[in-house]
């Protein structure tokens, strides 16, 4: 065999190995996908059977007209134009939630507005540290905001005005849920907080303490709101009455009272939005409170426990006070876990419904009907199941916006170590 012909046998031979290893490694890539899949597969079937088909399902159904039984699809069949064959499918939003497009666009509008003042709160000049530089951001973030808030104003009068009274809940269900949100989620992180730095550092029996603390978590729902309910009740006996009249105050209704808190406690005669929450809803706010601060604490602790000691011993070391320890590393090493919190709270505030549902009653005239038992109204009492699923779905984007601004404020702020 001549060397030409070696080199050309040498060189098929090592063609076709490289063929087999390629080979090899194509199969063996395969079947690690396969396998892959075969793990992941029952997750995905669960989510996609008990998350997606939902609310795809639920989708499905606010575009027909449905009591009960499936009836015809909204869509007009020969629209006029694109803009009028949408308008038809989603005429189930229009009539149960927005009620007119233009005033859900303000409404939108104003929100971005707010966005738009946030931005040049935070962003305008900001890198000029003189006094007239910090005035004048501080002045147009406000004008930014008064625009924002006059456009959301303007908007949700205008659905509102659009919408029949009994699909007006909807919207006032927002405003009440919007109220229970931020009547309760401030003070229970606030309060949590606490809780878990005085635990964390200086009590003995932690484990009893953070036992119970976390109680409340754990309690049933119904049995607190039950006992809630008759502590402040509208009786003159009620524990809590007795309480006001021994400093010297009068007997309040508490839950049968549909007047805003400020108005019954300070004698103010405040009316809309700016009116605040009702006596009632205040004290599903105190309910909530009592049953979340305990196991935000419990969270809180644990963040704090992987804390690293030594930047507290450097920092007293340094000289540092305990407030300065608090606010410069306490705080800024807490925030992922202040940021998690926050987060689901929104979202369970935004969605909550047992302890509203045993708690309201005729007499507090619907100011504890948040968009959730709203909803269920519209399904259940008036077998309205088209539009109960118009109202679902408005509140699930609602959420997900919510949660979106909520890590595009907070999430840059938030400090991973």
């Known amino acids: 065999m001549t060397v030409t012909e070696q080199h050309a046998a040498t060189s098929a031979s ?17 079947t690690e996908n396969i396998t ?38 909204l869509c007009d069949s020969e ?20 009620g007119d497009w233009g005033g859900a666009a303000l409404f939108a509008l104003g929100l971005v507005g707010l966005f738009v003042a946030y931005i040049v709160w935070t962003r305008l000049f900001s890198k000029r540290h003189e006094n007239v530089y910090a005035v004048l951001r501080i002045v147009a973030g406000l004008l930014v905001m008064a625009v924002g808030i006059t456009l959301i104003s303007e908007g949700y009068n205008t659905m509102t005005g659009a919408l029949r009274p009994r699909d007006q809940a909807f919207l006032k269900g927002l405003q009440i849920t919007i109220y229970y949100a931020f009547g309760s989620i ?30 409340p978590y754990v309690t049933p729902t119904v049995a607190a709101a039950v006992v809630f309910g008759t502590v402040f009740s509208g009786r003159d006996t009620s524990p809590m009455n007795q309480l006001v009249q021994l400093f010297g105050g009068d007997v309040q209704r508490w839950l049968a009272e549909p007047r805003p808190f400020l108005n019954v406690a300070f004698g103010w005669n405040l009316e809309g939005f700016i009116a605040g929450p009702s006596m009632a809803l205040v004290v599903v706010i105190i309910l909530g409170i009592w049953t979340y601060t305990g196991y ?23 000289g540092a006070t305990d407030w300065n320890i608090f606010r410069h590393i306490t705080l800024p090493l807490l925030s992922p876990v202040t940021f998690y919190l926050s987060v689901l709270g929104f ?12 708690m309201r009653t005729p007499t507090n005239a619907g100011t504890l009907d948040t968009s959730a ?9 008036q077998n309205r199941w088209a539009e109960a699923t118009a109202q679902a779905i408005v509140l699930m984007l609602l959420v997900l916006a919510m949660t979106q601004i909520q890590r595009s404020l907070l999430e840059k702020r938030v400090f991973y170590g």
């Open 36 to 73: 892959g899949w075969l793990f992941v597969a029952p997750s995905v079937i669960l989510i996609f059977i008990f998350g997606i088909f939902p609310i795809g399902y639920a989708a499905y159904m606010s575009i027909h007209t449905w009591r009960i039984r499936q009836g015809a699809i």
């Open 186 to 215: 401030p003070l229970q992180l606030a309060l949590g907080l606490v809780l878990a730095y005085v635990l964390y550092h200086r009590v003995k029996a932690k484990a009893f303490f953070r036992t119970i603390f976390f109680l």
């Open 373 to 381: 038992l709203v909803i269920f109204d519209t399904f259940r009492a």
């Open 296 to 318: 935000n604490a419990v969270i809180f602790m644990a963040g704090l426990g992987n804390i690293p000691g030594d930047l507290y011993e450097a920092a007293r070391v340094d």
């Open 347 to 358: 979202i369970g505030t935004f969605t909550a419904f047992n302890t509203l549902f045993v």
């Open 79 to 98: 629209p006029v134009d694109f803009i009028a064959l949408v308008r038809s499918c989603l005429s189930n939003y229009e009539s149960a939630v927005l």
């Open 14 to 30: 090592s063609s076709a190995h490289s063929r087999r290893w390629l080979s090899f490694l194509k199969h063996q890539r395969t």
